[in-house]
């Protein structure tokens, strides 16, 4: 199965920003900047972005000062592809093609990893073992940073994401759609919950 997705992955990066840019116009350049603020510069030096896709995250967090290594990581050697080309000018930013449930990474090394608009595409066990892989890179006063869409408020786009939510897997939906915060907390010491500005995109922090 997991072949077959990072086939559809590779196809879907040639469309996929215009795809992106069309459903999120400006908010999605709002939401990555609401996330790279979070990023504290006299502190943090190793940050990664798991499912980074296209990268579009990635230049917004090479902003900040003083991080010593952005690493992206992402399963499909067509989003990657992508990605290199808008990070081009970036001296610190590092590409790495990885199943995410097996991330290569030594264990407590990472300052914040975060996860934009991606979670959701993680199947059932994976969803847990992607948890399980984040809780060992991170450093003990490490964060995971978690950006996903609220329900919206569209029938026709609510729809959709529902068949989005259910792809999943059953077990994984119902502990999005019902418990989701409590589930985060099942894996981290503090989980807090917070929004974009246009509140089309909520951002959960969870300390390790």
Do not use: W
Not at 20 to 38: I, M, P, Q, W, Y
Not at 138 to 163: D, Q
């Amino acid at each position: 199965m997991r072949v077959y997705r990072r086939k559809f992955y590779n196809l879907f990066s040639k469309i996929y920003d215009s795809f992106v840019n069309l459903h999120s116009k400006n908010s999605g350049h709002e939401a990555r900047k609401a996330l790279a603020a979070l990023i504290e510069p006299q502190r943090d030096k190793v940050v990664v972005d798991i499912c980074t896709g296209t990268g579009s995250l990635l230049a917004y967090l090479a902003d900040r000062s003083n991080v010593s290594l952005i690493i992206g990581i992402d399963f499909s050697r067509g989003m990657l592809k992508k990605a290199k080309e808008k990070i081009k000018d970036k001296n610190n930013i590092y590409l790495i093609e990885a199943d995410v449930t097996r991330l290569p990474l030594r264990n407590a090394k990472c300052d914040k990893i975060f996860c934009s608009h991606a979670f959701y595409e993680v199947k059932d066990k994976d969803q847990v073992n992607l948890l399980n892989e984040v809780k060992r890179t991170l450093k003990p006063s490490g964060h995971f940073i978690m950006m996903e869409h609220e329900i919206p408020e569209n029938m026709f786009i609510r729809f959709l994401f529902y068949l989005r939510i259910l792809s999943m897997g059953i077990k994984a939906a119902l502990n999005i759609l019902k418990r989701e915060e409590i589930y985060l907390k099942s894996y981290f010491s503090k989980v807090r919950k917070t929004y974009t500005s246009s509140k089309k995109s909520k951002i959960y922090i969870c300390e390790k």
